[in-house]
């Protein structure tokens, strides 16, 4: 059954990410970075300077690498505190592959593990997997480029953004106008679900994401969905007092914030029955 | 399609990058004007801004939440701003409340100094009080607003006008019909406001048509007894007004520029065989005022007519005045400023500029008689006077290159000049 925890933490807004049992997320104002463990205790807390703001968090194992709009990109241990800044440089999101390597990019160009790999790549944001990288360009056309053989593949049409690239080269995308877009490797991008947010479960074999409302100003309700490609969604969470955002997926769990204006908290739901 | 990834590189360059978010759109209309849905004015607002920002050096990127009328959930537009890294983010949206309440109010994470989404919002606050006029409700703490409590960077959300607001002036109708450039004001604000902000050059507002309709709240006649509306005047709103011509009856447009500069200022009534052959339209500019005749019986109706190039400083007053002699009847309807983006490069046969583009040091300008030209830099700002006798020279030192304007006094015929060091 599912099974959901808060947690103490109070006004979170970035995704957690999670990595190995522990997630992290950005409280709001970028006011700091937390990195929690599954069973909710806080293992690594960083508190931004006056006039310092912290972001885009990305976790592996015991390495926290976050933006600072001071120093630059920063890597924290979580278990020692140890901070080293890995680039003063104004760096794109920085992004885990599952072998740990670190991707981020700089001036147009995507960088691994601080290198640059002389691959263009004219984003914020990029994720790489198994030597496939995606990202969007400003247009909000979706790049799926492979990193060895320089052969790039275009896919437009919506307004997309956030793509996540999964270990067989498929790639889960977010579009504008709502729409969840799952793109087989080689194959043609299919809507899978109108939401927001997805998260690819690699143990459940899809994608879980949030479904929202809002009266233009502030949400008036939001759950966790499901849905494997090729089937009907299925509602996860049915919740009208938390507002259920941003899931990020770990084993059985899937994190999630629960979006009240005033207090979001980060919060976790079991999904091993799905 | 498989193509190489070097050809569809854009290389990511160096560079503030700003995120525009228009309110609502598709089913999600927002506040609701007489003539215009706050949806549709917010876009328009923010494409023109798009437009604005995207000219100033120093910014590298602006880009939209939603460019089009349809659906964006809060989520996907904070979500989208926050892939992008975005270095700012504002939103823009219109107030309602029950139609008796005007005024601009801008919001931001917190009131604390410190925060730099506070400090964006000041001065884009500060901005479109000045460009509006209207009461200033002050700059207001919105952690409860999604958009800025779940952006990544610094973010504010601007109330620009109440869009139901209908005691002393209709703020839909100004909208919906862009009176007195309504929409373009606004965006240039908000320009304004976040190059303040930022430090960075603010654009020149030259660019903007301003619209002054019988209608405008700068519209007055002499007597409103003796003039009737006439429910034509269409495509310029919904009416004009009429009156017997005589020497008592004037109506007349004033309008604030925005930023002082030389404009085509260009005149439209209804056409009909009745009305009267001999009206004057008095335009008040930078160096008086000049009159000039028309017959609005036979010069045209129904399509914008010239009245002529004139320099405008801060504000700008066009009467139209009737004529004991010349009986029928005067149509007030609507006056247009244009900005000289299509002026000619020698406007006159008996003013004009030798040679344009010009590289060396100095312009000539060859002219009738005697002679004095005004030159105005493109912010409008006036920064020289030369005169001469059939010719005046202009010696640009020390200015930059760029586009100036000449306007010779007696003619008001406007030049723009390029000049290229």
Known sequence: MIVSFALVFLAAVSSPVSSGGFAAFVTAGGESVCVVDGGGETVSAVDAEIGERLSYPALSELRLVYVSSTRGLVEEDIISGESAVLSAERTGAPWFSSDGDLWYTFDGFLYKNGVSTGVEVPAFYVSVENGVAVFTDRSDRLH????????????????????????GGDVVVSSLTGEIVFVPAGGEPVVVASGEQPCWSYRSGGVFFCVSSDDGHDLTAADLWFVKPGEEPVQVTFTEDILE????????????????????????TDVSAL | ??????????????????CLDPGHGGTSTGAVGDYILEKDVVLEVALELQNWLSQVPGISFVGLTRDGDYNVSLQARTDYANS???????????????????????????????????????????????????????????????????T?????????????YTQQWNESYLYAFNVDDHNGVQAWAYTHGICEFLGLSVPSYGNGVVLMDNLSPGFTVDDSLEWAVEASGAPWMMNCFTAEACAERTASWSSMVAVNGVFSVESWWTSGSDRSQSVCYRVFHSG???????????QGGGEWFSLGNFSFDGDCTVQLLGAESSPGVMVA?????????????????????VQNPCSSFCFVFAAAGETEVLIFDFTGRLIDTVTGSGSAVWIPANLPDGVYFAVETDTDVAVKLVYLR
């Open chain 2, 333 to 353: 309807d609507a006056i247009k400023l244009v900005p000289p983006t299509g002026v000619e490069e020698n406007s006159t046969d008996l003013f004009r500029v």
């Open chain 2, 152 to 164: 990544q960077m610094p973010a504010i959300l601007g109330e620009g006008s109440f869009l139901d």
């Open chain 2, 84 to 150: 992008w890294g975005f270095d700012y983010f504002v939103s823009i949206h219109e107030n309602a409340f029950n139609g008796a309440v005007q005024g601009t109010e801008t919001f931001c994470y917190s009131l604390d100094p410190g925060d730099v989404s506070y400090q964006l919002a000041v001065p884009v606050q500060s901005s479109i009080v000045s460009g509006y006029g209207y009461t200033d409700r002050g700059v207001k703490a919105g952690a409860y607003l999604h958009v800025i409590r779940e």
């Open chain 2, 288 to 298: 008086g005022y000049t009159d000039v005749m028309v017959n609005q019986c036979s």
């Open chain 1, 245 to 268: 955002t941003k899931p990020a997926c770990s084993g059985d769990l899937v994190w999630f914030l629960d979006a009240v204006a005033d207090s979001p908290n980060c919060m976790r």
């Open chain 2, 1 to 18: 399609m498989f193509l190489l990834f070097k050809s569809v590189a854009v290389l990511v360059t160096a560079g503030i990058t700003i």
């Open chain 1, 144 to 167: 799926i480029v492979s990193l060895i053989s320089g052969e790039g593949r275009v896919i437009q049409g919506l307004r997309y953004f956030s793509p996540v690239v999964l270990a």
